[in-house]
Nanobody, 121 residues
Framework: EVQLVESGGGLVQAGGSLRLSCSGSGFPFESVVIGWFRQAPGKGREGLLY????????YYSDSVKGRFTVSSDHAKNTVYLQMNSLKPEDTAVYYC??????????????WGQGTQVTVSS
């Protein structure tokens, strides 16, 4: 069974940092692309970035470029999302998702349950 579990969310002040984790199981971790998404209250889901565990390539959307960094630890089957210089508008539920096919971005197939990030002003 494919499972993705996010962790690391919480409450942080504006300007602060958080690191989210996405742990995967039930699939060959080195053969997928892992993406991070978020959904703020009353808004649609937004694709933020992804990392390919196949070739190490990354993609960042303009909304997070320069503030967020993605990395992957194959030994731990975990992808990390380092978020710096957080803003109140970053408040959302953050999800990770996985797919074998990068071309399906942002419509990845396997999804985690999400973790809440709240940034106070």
């Amino acid at each position: 069974e494919v499972q993705l579990v996010e962790s690391g969310g919480g409450l942080v002040q504006a300007g602060g940092s958080l690191r989210l984790s996405c742990s995967g199981s039930g699939f060959p971790f080195e053969s997928v692309v892992i993406g991070w998404f978020r959904q703020a209250p009353g808004k649609g889901r937004e694709g933020l970035l992804y990392i390919s565990n196949i070739d190490g390539s990354t993609y960042y959307s303009d909304s997070v470029k320069g503030r967020f960094t993605v990395s992957s630890d194959h030994a731990k089957n975990t992808v990390y999302l380092q978020m710096n210089s957080l803003k109140p508008e970053d408040t959302a539920v953050y999800y990770c998702a996985a797919d074998k096919n990068r071309s399906r971005w942002p419509f990845f197939i396997f999804w985690g349950q999400g973790t809440q990030v709240t940034v106070s002003s």
